[in-house]
């Protein structure tokens, strides 16, 4: 992958219409002749019109968003010609009409859906460009109850969520940071189903967040909390500091953690814990607490950019910097999900953009809404790579001043500046009527130095292929076991991850390997796993594993060793040609 490299994820290969209807070409282009626009922020909105306009694109449009077109010379239809119908009470009701929502919806893939809009005389939309009312703005300022309630969005939602639906025939486009993007598909054919169905995911989760907004303050409203104290619990607030102390009330009963969610936000917030919209679900309650001032880690990472952490955020972000500060060269990690889908190192001869390329390039469609870490200050170079690409969270030590600047025009990005690397310790987990606590794994073990590594099978590794056997063996830490991981170049090129057994996390390494990696449309996607080498997280129960890396090209294997069958797996290695190297140590990572 290059530096500049897109920000459009790969094509995957042909696929099934789950009804049977017709099979369609992940690569299908729907051309855009007709797009619905109604935005609140007029951000970007003048430059989109042009671009549509350029492409003989019809514009339907709303209201303020029309005038805003037309008024930048540009000629656009009024949806009230389209419906034959004004805009009615006080703008609650000016697109929830079949006209507009038969051309939204319409699976155009279907003859009898295409004969419908016809009887009814009804244009289908290619493209529907929306964003919505800015409720969690109002809340957030302080806004009156009946002003709260204006900036509930109901015919926004619908179209989002119509469109996202129908991405088989419809592209949405709910960010105006993506209106570039738009423009540029329009004068190309139109976007792709894959590319259309990443738009509709981005689409999802936008209503989703906005409904969980409403919902956050309708409950509040309940509980007889005013509006001011809402925009605090939806997370207008910034990271706390370091510098937040621990209540010492004698009442404070801290040793049950069900007492640290059943605090009120004020006195959770003199007892040094902050207020995260919900947990790992929207039903769950969640906080965040600093419990060391002096080493506040990411738990009091100053926050530089962008929306409030929420408590996923900071799962992904943790799992993310340790993978990063696992390595001493200069790492970027994308992590998803608790999982990374890409990461690699700088060479000497390289600089952090390239390892940030090399990472994306290992899954660009999966590295979409993830978590960025890296163990080096972030460059102007490597900022402009991450701009085009939708992340969730970006962590660095620091930020060159130009890279924060660009960095900071993508609104949502949280921005984060962690003060020290991660160190080993005690973690804990909890489990029902207990805890476990156990030392961190930090490369702590003897057999974590290549140097005292076994050569089981094979001619030992030459310089370059050792280098990426110690690559893939720290890396292999980061993935959720059953773990086995790929590498190249210093770079992850295959993953499988979090299976139930060793044998499907070779083949879904293999898989990803060979059908994730960047290629000119209509190619076949590159065999990445063909002299790469692979790290397993722990030992290989039987030779099938192996076998399965080893007739997929792979050159080298570094793993644990230890079973009862390990002269199985060293036979097959040996058989093969293959290199193989028992660490006598394992990763598991669950």
């Not at 038969?102 to 699976?107: C, E, M, T």
């Not at 978590?371 to 972030?378: D, E, F, M, Q, W």
Request: proline residues 4%; glycine residues 8%; aromatic residues 6%.
């Amino acid at each position: 992958m290059a530096a500049t490299a897109s920000a459009q994820p790969p094509h995957r290969p042909h696929r099934t219409d789950p009804r049977g209807e017709r099979s369609v070409s992940s690569t299908d282009r729907r051309p855009i002749r007709r797009a619905l626009v109604s935005v609140f922020d007029k951000t970007g909105l003048t430059d989109l019109a042009r671009a549509l306009s350029e492409a003989d694109v019809e514009i339907v449009s709303t209201g303020s968003t029309a005038s805003t077109i037309r008024e930048a010379g540009f000629a656009v239809t009024d949806v009230a010609e389209v419906t034959g119908s004004p805009e009615m009470l006080d703008g609650r009701v000016k697109t929830l009409h079949p006209r507009i929502h038969g051309g939204i919806l319409a699976d155009l893939r279907l003859e009898d859906h295409r004969a419908q809009l016809e009887d009814q005389s009804i244009q289908p939309f290619d493209l529907v460009v929306v964003n919505l009312y800015p409720f969690e703005e109002t809340v957030a300022a302080g806004g009156t109850f009946d002003e709260i309630i204006e900036k509930i969005d109901i015919g926004g939602p619908s179209m989002v969520r119509g469109a996202a639906k129908n991405f088989a025939s419809v592209a949405v486009v709910v960010d105006p940071e993506d209106y570039a993007r738009a423009g540029h598909a329009a004068t190309r054919g139109g976007f792709t189903l894959d590319e259309r169905q990443e738009l509709a995911t981005i689409a999802f989760g936008r209503t989703s967040e906005y409904d969980t907004a409403i919902s956050d303050w309708m409950l509040g409203q309940l509980d007889g909390t005013d509006a001011e104290d809402t925009a605090s619990a939806l997370g207008a607030g910034t990271l706390r500091g370091a510098d937040g102390g621990v209540s010492d009330s004698p009442d404070a009963e801290v040793d049950s953690p069900a007492y640290l969610l059943e605090m009120d936000d004020e006195e959770a917030a003199e007892a040094g814990l902050r207020t995260l919209r919900y947990g790992e679900n929207p039903h769950q309650r969640a906080r965040v607490a600093v419990i060391d001032d002096e080493n506040p880690g990411l738990a009091g990472a100053e926050q530089l950019g962008g929306k409030a952490m929420s408590f996923n955020n900071y799962v992904d972000a943790d799992a993310a910097t340790r993978a990063a500060f696992d390595h001493d060269q200069p790492c970027v990690v994308v992590m998803k999900h608790n999982n990374p889908c890409g990461i690699a190192v700088a060479t000497e001869d390289e600089n952090l953009a390239a390892a940030h390329a090399r990472a994306h390039g290992t899954d660009p469609l999966s590295a979409y809404g993830g978590v960025i870490a890296t163990n080096r200050p972030v460059t102007l170079a490597m900022a402009t790579q991450v701009k085009p690409v939708f992340t969730e969270v970006i962590l660095a030590p620091a930020y060159e001043d130009e890279a924060l600047e660009l960095l900071r025009t993508k609104k949502n990005l949280r921005i984060l500046r962690i003060a020290d690397r991660p160190r080993g310790g005690v973690e804990i987990r909890q489990i029902w009527g207990g805890s476990l606590i156990q030392e961190s794994d930090a490369y702590q073990a003897e057999g974590d130095e290549a140097a005292t590594w076994t050569l089981a099978a094979g001619e030992a590794a030459d310089a370059s292929t050792l280098a990426d056997l110690v690559f893939a063996w720290r890396s292999v830490r980061a993935v959720k076991s059953n773990a086995i991981l790929l590498a190249k170049d210093l770079a992850a090129v295959g993953i499988g991850m979090g299976q139930v057994n060793r044998l499907d996390s070779c083949r879904l390494a293999v898989q990803r390997a060979n059908t994730l990696g960047e290629h000119a449309e209509g190619e076949q996607a590159p065999e990445r796993a063909r002299g790469a080498v692979a790290a397993s997280d722990a030992f290989f129960p039987f030779a099938d594993g192996a076998q399965i890396l080893i007739d997929a090209g792979v050159s080298a294997i570094v793993q644990p060793g230890g079973s009862i069958r390990d002269e199985e797996v060293i036979e097959a290695c040996r058989a093969a040609g293959v290199t193989l190297y028992l660490t006598g140590t394992r990763h598991f990572a669950h």
